[in-house]
């Protein structure tokens, strides 16, 4: 199957770097934006990364399957999906603010880390049968420079690095930091293309 033939979705994500990687190849989709506080997205104690950030995924693409049906929208298949940056086995989320990006980015200068992406798709199924969920997960690895404390400054200035995991996205200016990348570049822009279009082939099974 291309995926320029891939059936609608809905795309349980505002990110608006997810929405340029379906445009990119070619799936038609809309954005379904999730209730406020439906998701706690905090690791759960002991929760490996991994865990955590395929649970996320998978707990996006059902509940955005439930509440269309709770709002009797038109009825296709939900996409969820999940990134986040891993170092030393701490998951690096959003920074709260200048201070919090920066404590992130020093932690991760000169260093290796991990970037681990889930996605999560919730096919259309019959009403009254159970919903299920078939997701996929990436982890990539992330090689920065040293950063020098004008490098930080000058990002953090950008404005780049709040709203993002880890404090950093590599398709921006962050990518000027990045020595290697082992792994799927789309997986730590947000969305494993691969992956995602394996998981779309499904519909069309």
């Known amino acids: 199957m291309s995926a320029f ?37 905090i690791p759960q104690p002991n929760e490996a990364p991994l865990a955590y950030v395929r649970r996320m995924a998978r707990a996006k693409a059902i509940i955005g399957m439930r509440q269309l049906r709770q709002q009797q929208l038109p009825e296709r298949a939900v996409l ?45 199924l019959r009403k009254g049968r159970a919903l299920r969920v078939i997701d996929r997960v990436v982890v990539s690895r992330v090689t920065f420079k040293i950063l020098c404390d004008e490098d930080i400054g000058h990002y953090l200035d950008s404005g780049e690095p709040f709203g993002k995991a880890g404090a950093y996205a590599i398709q921006g200016r962050a990518g ?21 279009v ?8």
């Not at 990687?21 to 997205?41: K, M, S, Y």
């Not at 000027?176 to 995602?196: I, M, N, Q, R, W």
């Not at 394996?198 to 099974?205: F, G």
Request: hydrophobic share 45%; glycine share 8%; proline share 5%.
């Open 198 to 205: 394996q998981l779309l082939e499904c519909l069309n099974a």
């Open 176 to 196: 000027a930091f990045v020595t290697h990348l082992d792994g799927s570049y789309s997986g730590v822009v947000g969305l494993p293309l691969f992956e995602t």
């Open 80 to 124: 969820g999906a999940d990134t986040e940056v891993v170092w030393a086995g701490r998951v690096f989320g959003k920074p709260r603010d200048r201070q919090d990006a920066a404590a992130m980015l020093q932690a991760l200068s000169g260093k290796t880390h991990e970037v681990i992406s889930a996605v999560a798709l919730c096919p259309l």
């Open 5 to 41: 033939h891939a059936s609608a979705v809905y795309l349980a994500s505002q990110s608006p770097r997810r929405q340029a990687l379906l445009t990119q190849i070619g799936v038609p989709f809309e954005v379904f934006t999730l209730g406020e506080n439906v998701i706690a997205e």
